[in-house]
């Protein structure tokens, strides 16, 4: 037996190597585990890094060429020439942004404000309704309390067996006018915790605008677009500043240095003017009505009309008088306008 066991070993023992063994085989399956997220991770940081460098390759390849064009004689005046272009576009797209954001926080504050009055006099009308029924509960009680006394009173002053046989009917009246107050005072109770929680009751939040506000809004949006683009009317800056921001430097040859210097004194006088510029919201307004005319959209509830039923540019003189031309302003994303409107 002694040697059976020395073979074999004791079962305590087999136990407790089957656990370590146990024990050993899920460490290695957890660190097979961790280790295969290890690895995921490291591709993805090394995917990462790719592409940063492809990145950093594409920037040094641009930092290159605009120093080989600034060195060029030839073409530095048309590298000035083409970002003072964009930024007179970029100028354009932030008056156009900032007034459209402006007159989305003022529909939006308008219907709000609209919404909480609506909010504040229904409340009022729920208050003064609970505040007549707690009155009227209070004159209630009064009234039962003041017929309860006079039945007291009443059979006070009975004596007698005329006392002894009443007392029973009495006591039964009085029992139920008392249930009766009872009633309404925990009505009472109620009214008044309804008026209390009417009074902490949170108004309502901002529900945004709906359809017909947010095209009257883009309508407005559209009128101001066109606004600026009227501003460059006797010239091509505006289609020069909306290919400048679409192309890149060097694709585009304004021509030699005293063409650059004439251009570049026509943008900043350009720019100056759009500063300038104001005092127009009842041409903004006129413009945008008959914008809003003309509109058409896919379905009722499309907010951004179609681009080719408001591609006429309404020029509104001082005397009222209208001209037309044709521009598709929306579809040629003029001052990047497609990402202004509101949605």
């Not at 059979?155 to 009766?180: E, I, N, P, W, Y």
């Not at 677009?225 to 009227?230: G, K, S, T």
Request: glycine fraction near 4%.
């Amino acid at each position: 037996m002694a040697s059976l066991t020395a073979i074999f070993g004791q079962a305590g023992d087999r136990s407790q190597d089957s656990e370590k063994l146990l024990h050993l085989y899920w460490n290695r399956a957890e660190l097979k585990k961790q280790f295969a997220g290890m690895r995921k991770e490291q591709y993805k940081l090394r995917d990462q890094i790719k592409q940063q460098e492809g990145a950093t390759a594409r920037l040094q390849q641009k930092l290159d060429h605009l120093e080989q064009l600034l060195i060029d004689p030839q073409w530095a005046g048309n590298v000035v020439v083409f970002y003072q272009l964009r930024g007179l576009a970029l100028h354009c797209q932030r008056k156009l942004s900032k007034f459209a954001e402006q007159l989305k926080q003022q529909r939006e504050q308008r219907r709000h404000n609209s919404q909480l009055v609506q909010w504040n006099e229904e409340r009022a009308r729920e208050a003064k309704s609970l505040e007549r029924e707690i009155v009227a509960t209070r004159e209630f009680v009064q009234r039962v309390d003041e017929r309860m006394q006079a039945e007291r009173d009443r059979l006070m002053a009975m004596s007698g067996l005329l006392k002894l046989f009443r007392r029973r009917s009495v006591t039964a009246v009085l029992d139920r006018m008392a249930k009766q107050i009872a009633e309404a005072r925990q009505r009472e109770e109620t009214l008044i915790q309804k008026l209390e929680d009417l009074k902490t009751r949170k108004p309502p939040e901002n529900q945004g605008l709906d359809v017909a506000s947010k095209r009257s809004i883009n309508f407005m949006i559209l009128s101001f677009a066109q606004q600026l683009l009227l501003l460059f009317a006797d010239d091509s800056l505006a289609a020069m500043a909306k290919e400048a921001s679409e192309k890149s430097v060097g694709a585009i040859n304004y021509g030699d240095r005293q063409v650059c210097e004439q251009l570049l004194a026509r943008i900043r006088k350009r720019s100056e003017s759009i500063d300038k510029s104001s005092d127009f919201a009842a041409i903004l307004q006129k413009r945008a009505q008959m914008i809003g005319e003309q509109a058409l959209f896919r379905s009722d509830s499309d907010t951004v009309p179609l681009a080719a039923a408001v591609s006429t540019i309404f020029g509104i003189e001082a005397d009222g008088a209208v001209t037309r031309t044709d521009v598709n302003l929306l579809g040629e994303n003029y001052w990047g306008i497609a990402k202004i409107l509101s949605r």
